[in-house]
């Protein structure tokens, strides 16, 4: 028997105790011994739940239990997880999290005590929610030369802009969904400003290049911009809108971004909805590969977590390689990267086509009927020329960056 303690019995912690019940059989035959929850720390009681007798509210308790050999951590937010993780670690115990804040802003030192401690840090859940990514990232693909990671990385916007695009719901409306069905943050502003999509893709980056990103550097835009009118040009366009958290690594140049994207119907990342993630993962042997599931929710985000403690009980008496080093990776600045621009002008595309041409070169234009503005979808250019081109104009009152 291994014994485990998860830390925060909310939405993905109850889920791991879930999974571990349902699949027990499953799991102790792969794992070869079975895994039992000794403790759930929360500060909240839960009276009626299955597992109401497990429930502490002092983390000493499984800090100082030899019995307990791994930490699950589903809190969520970087402090007090840190504390608890960092002592969990150094009181001798693997640590799997969820925690995708805790492992971008202190994933490099937690690594690092893991490791002189022959001890495992690992974070499937961490990003993509049920979709295995971490694992074929730093398993399977590990003698690749990742090039390009980019997708969409967040279920709570990618439902929020489905339900935007495809049924007229307001963002309100779809972003108060979102939190009933158990996907959106605490703070729902980590998910609609992109905050959370950064964190994500500054893990992947960092796995795939060893170093260690500093998400603060990562350009971030969120979808709060994003509006009911853009969904009705891109429809036209034959369009859609996604946020994109993307990072290119090439000739040892990495430029990481997060930001909503207008992409074509060619675009494998166009029909995905929902809740769902997918990440477009481009090796430089085995080329383009494309990992799709639910990417928030219960029950997949705890298949990932359990499937974590799995491979801590196979493996508990040596530190897997797995993460980055202190070493900081440099990111090349956002303005050297290359973007074609969705603009919406104010005024009538016939009077001001001459003098968006002049600037822009050729551009495909888009009217709505009975409106008093029109858009224009621009060729591709680095960022640093948009910004010093389009600064001729006052009117224009939106932009989203296209790769078409
Ligand atoms: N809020 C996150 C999302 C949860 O919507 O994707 C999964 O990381």
New binding site residues.
């Given amino acids: 028997m291994i014994y485990a303690a998860v830390m925060g019995y909310g939405t993905i912690g109850s889920g791991v105790a879930e999974v571990l019940e349902k699949n027990r059989d499953v799991i102790t035959a792969r794992t070869g011994e079975e895994i039992q929850v000794k403790y759930i720390l929360d500060l909240r009681e839960f009276p009626g739940d299955p597992n109401e007798d497990k429930v502490i509210h002092d983390f000493s308790v499984i800090e100082q239990d030899d019995d307990v050999k791994i930490v699950v951590e589903t809190m969520g937010g970087v402090r007090p997880a840190y504390d608890f993780v960092k002592a969990s670690l150094l009181a001798g115990k693997h640590v799997v999290t969820s925690n ?1 804040a805790l492992v971008a802003a202190c994933g490099t030192e937690l690594l690092q005590i893991a490791r002189e401690k022959g001890l495992n840090f690992f974070f499937e859940a961490s990003v993509g ?1 049920g979709i295995p990514l971490i694992r074929p990232l730093t398993g399977a693909l590990a003698g690749e030369r990742i090039v390009e990671i980019s997708g969409i990385l ?3 916007t990618n439902y929020i802009l489905t339900k935007m695009a495809k049924e007229g719901q307001t963002f309100e409306e779809a972003l108060r969904k979102a939190q009933e069905l158990g ?3 605490r703070n729902p502003e980590s ?1 609609v400003e992109g905050y ?1 999509t950064c964190r994500k893709i500054s893990i992947l980056t960092a796995l795939a290049t060893g170093r260690e990103v500093n998400y603060e550097d990562v350009y971030t835009e969120g979808i709060t911009a994003v509006t009911d009118t853009d969904f009705k040009y891109a429809a036209k366009l034959g369009t859609s809108v996604k946020l994109f958290g993307s990072s290119r690594m090439e000739d040892g140049k990495v430029s990481v971004f997060v930001c909503p994207m207008m992409i074509a119907q060619e675009n494998p990342l166009f029909s995905v909805n929902d809740v769902f993630n997918a990440v477009m993962v481009k090796g430089n042997m085995a080329g383009t590969l494309m990992f799709y599931g639910s ?2 929710g219960k029950r997949p ?1 705890a298949s990932a977590v359990v499937a974590d403690m799995m491979e801590t009980a196979m493996n508990m008496n040596r530190n897997l390689p797995f993460g980055w080093g202190a070493e900081r990776q440099t990111l090349t600045p956002v303005e050297k990267t290359e973007f074609s621009y969705f603009l919406r002008f104010e005024g009538k595309a016939q009077e001001k086509k001459a003098e968006i041409e002049a600037v822009f070169g050729p551009v495909r234009f888009v009217e709505l009927p009975d409106m008093d503005e029109f858009a224009v979808l621009t060729g591709s250019m680095t960022e640093e020329h948009y910004r010093k081109i389009s600064a001729a104009f006052s009117d224009i009152r939106q932009m989203i960056r296209a790769q078409i």
């Fill in positions: 995708k929610g967040n279920g709570t996907y959106a943050e998910d959370d990417g928030a985000t």
